[in-house]
């Protein structure tokens, strides 16, 4: 009996390994393009998280979206105000990004150069890319039944 209750414990701790595995590649991703300075990272690490955890708010309500529309079972089966809300919250969820954005946009030029501003947000769309194509890969090679040993040659 015990043992079923520790396994959802079990995974979400493979989950927060998975996500922290992430985010450490996130952060050499970014240290690495951004090639900052330690005064410039000392300013703009702590902005980040600040920037970071407003995003996290953001996609977290984004998710509740997401599932209230799952446990509906679907757009079909929501009423037709439980639809306009929810497109109401998905237009207002994506007019506080584009705030959220704008808003840290300025805070970041405080603290690092403009140029390399603009190159934070480029590797972040870029490092978003690189994470969606290893996910289509692995689902590609899982599909197929494929294991490492299949695959040949690198």
């Known amino acids: 009996m015990s043992l079923l209750l520790l396994m959802p414990v079990a995974v979400f701790a493979q989950d927060q390994d998975r996500k922290d595995k992430i985010e450490t590649m996130h952060i050499a991703y970014l240290s690495e393009k951004l090639n900052l300075t330690s005064t410039?990272?000392?300013?703009?690490?702590?902005?980040?998280?600040?920037?970071k955890a407003g995003r996290d708010q953001l996609r977290?309500?984004?998710?509740?979206?997401?599932?209230?529309?799952?446990?509906?079972?679907?757009?079909?089966?929501?009423?037709?105000?439980?639809?306009?809300?929810?497109?109401?919250?998905?237009?207002?969820?994506?007019?506080?990004e584009l705030e959220l954005r704008k808003e840290y946009v300025t805070k970041f030029q405080q603290a690092i150069p403009t140029r390399?501003?603009?190159?934070?947000?480029?590797?972040e769309d870029e490092f978003k890319r690189?994470?969606?194509?290893?996910?289509?890969?692995?689902?590609?090679?899982n599909g197929r039944g494929m294991n490492d040993d299949d695959m040949g040659p690198r």
């Open 40 to 51: 410039e990272a000392e300013k703009f690490w702590p902005i980040y998280n600040q920037y």
């Open 130 to 141: 690189y994470l969606l194509n290893q996910l289509r890969k692995r689902r590609e090679q």
């Open 60 to 96: 977290k309500q984004r998710m509740d979206n997401v599932e209230a529309v799952k446990k509906a079972g679907g757009v079909d089966n929501m009423s037709d105000a439980e639809v306009q809300k929810l497109i109401a919250d998905e237009t207002d969820l994506e007019t506080r």
């Open 116 to 123: 390399k501003v603009a190159k934070f947000f480029i590797a």
